[in-house]
Nanobody, 126 residues
Framework: VQLQAYGGGFVQAGGFLSLSCTTSGAALSSLDMAWFRQAPGKDREFVAG?????????AYADTVKDRFTFSRDNAKNTVFLQMNSLKPEDTAVYYC???????????????????WGQGTQVTVSS
């Protein structure tokens, strides 16, 4: 599975950005998908994700809940991350990730995902 992320950029605090990630090599409907991010000097962390078996249910990190929205369009093999009310602490490289058969308790762990996009930089100024 190949993933390609788009949409990073520079924005002032309080602004918004939209990320997208297209998949190829497998139908998106067969994949568990997530967004992770990694800030300089920090570990990669889970942002949001949705399992194929989870239907429309989406898990969010507490730090982004109510500000970020994950969605997927299986017909277009694309997942999205709408990021509103951005804060300087959201600055990071954002990665989309794909896996199969991820159990609920593992979906926030980057080790559960077997395919990764190249990352896209998001910078939020104060």
């Amino acid at each position: 599975v190949q993933l390609q992320a788009y949409g990073g950029g520079f924005v002032q605090a309080g602004g918004f950005l939209s990320l997208s990630c297209t998949t190829s090599g497998a139908a998106l409907s067969s994949l568990d998908m997530a967004w992770f991010r990694q800030a300089p000097g920090k570990d990669r962390e889970f942002v949001a994700g949705n399992r194929r078996m989870g239907g429309s249910r989406v898990a969010y990190a507490d730090t982004v809940k109510d500000r970020f929205t994950f969605s997927r369009d299986n017909a277009k093999n694309t997942v999205f991350l709408q990021m509103n009310s951005l804060k300087p602490e959201d600055t990071a490289v954002y990665y989309c990730a794909a896996g199969r058969g991820i159990i609920l308790s593992a979906m926030r762990s980057d080790r559960a995902y077997s395919s990764w996009g190249q990352g896209t930089q998001v910078t939020v100024s104060s």
